[in-house]
């Protein structure tokens, strides 16, 4: 190889005789047979690449597997140790492979000498470059910590919400519960002082039970039909002599009692105890029923705290197989607080889809960034589609808006870091590009955006296969 020649590639066209002589003495030519590996990630990082002749491709090994890049043949291009002017902040291992696609002819200079050669010819292009990479470095990992931080007390405000209103039931019923246990067993005195036979009061207890067990389960009536309900019963009621007939029909009709319900009542403990038996009725229906509240609002507790820990990934370790349904699921749910009135989810799940090996953690931010996204840009009025499919090796989630799109002329630059079009202080513009590193450099995958106005898809594709050893 002469200086002529080396001139040729791009990455030399504007160095001086001498200095194209000096990298001939202080670099080699090497040549490659086709598959042969040319460096390989993970070890010392002791030479620096540009090929000459021939076709190569860098190979990326994450924990989710392979990411190879396309294939080049462009004479100049380079690899291996490319961050060796960093000096001792440069990575002491290879932290890419490249392979000869064909065979293949390289200048290689090593490591040290590149360096040095760098540092002495551009000094000031070195300073620039170090401040730039590693401050840049740094102001991403700073960045990425407050954004983090700021859709986790995004996310913790939407979720303290929907815990707020179960809550707040749960205590409302156990109030209420209070006064009508003391009721029911005022009612109970009473019958026992009445001297209510034995077996009468096991046969209104059955109808208690009876009654109990129907408290929600009545079929559906209109609202005209239940008042009609009421109004029978609470006269009913009157005609034996209860008083507070009114407010004890809405209970029992409730547990759908009717007239021949309380005739039966009647019959089996008789007409000397049928008023107090059936305000005790009514005092017991009203008890299940709020019993029936603090299930609900426990069970919906229960609920929004597993989808807090399985969006925040508690007790689990970062890489796993994981339903990729379940982690949507739970980022939805954690979501549900934030999503305004006029905002419909719809989701289309392919439950065929298998699982798949991925930092769930991780994955749930993505899904976050985009339908925080999403939320954003329809304004609080339109639909949020969530959807999965299976497409031979790789899952497929695609998230959806109505928003007015994505303009024509920013499209290719939505993946950048910083870039946003949201309003001073409203965004940093890291959410796309976190959402495209953990996506394409942790997983392997591909994350891409199709959008016209009413009409935005981001696309993420993750591989089905297992982690490469």
Known sequence: MNADELRKLFLFERLSDEQLELLLTKGAERTYAQDEMIVTQGEEATCFVVLVEGEMQMITETTAGTVAAPRT???GVYGGATQAWLGPQAPPL???????TAPSRTFELPAKKFAYIVSEWFPMATHLLQGMFLG?????????????????GQITAGLTHELNNPAAAAVRAVGELRQLIRNSRIQLAELAEGGIPPEKLRALIDTVEMCAQAVGNVPKRTPMEVSDAEDEIGDALEEIGIDDAWDLAPGLVNAGFTIETMDKVRHKVGDQHAGTALRWLSEAVEI??????VTE???????????AKQ??????????????????????????????????????FDRTLPPIPAYAGELNQVWTNLIHNALDAMEGEGTLTIRTAHDEDEAIIEIGDTGP?????????????FFTTKGVGKGTGLGLDISYRIVAGRHGGEIKMRSAPGDTWFEVRLPLREIVA
Do not use: W
């Open 288 to 293: 299940s029923q709020m019993l029936k509240e």
């Open 136 to 152: 840049g470095r740094v102001q991403r990992e700073i960045i990425d910590r407050r954004q983090r931080l700021a859709a986790l």
């Open 297 to 307: 609002a426990t069970e919906r507790i229960s609920s929004l705290l597993a989808s």
């Open 94 to 100: 290879y932290t890419h492979s490249l392979k000869a």
């Open 311 to 348: 969006y925040s990934q508690m007790d689990r370790a970062p890489f796993q197989t994981v339903d990729v349904h379940e982690l949507l699921e739970s980022t939805i749910a954690i979501f549900r607080g934030k999503i305004p009135p006029g905002v419909m989810v719809v989701t289309d």
């Open 405 to 417: 799109g994505v303009p024509e002329a920013i499209k290719e630059r939505v993946f950048e870091p």
């Open 73 to 75: 043949s462009q004479p």
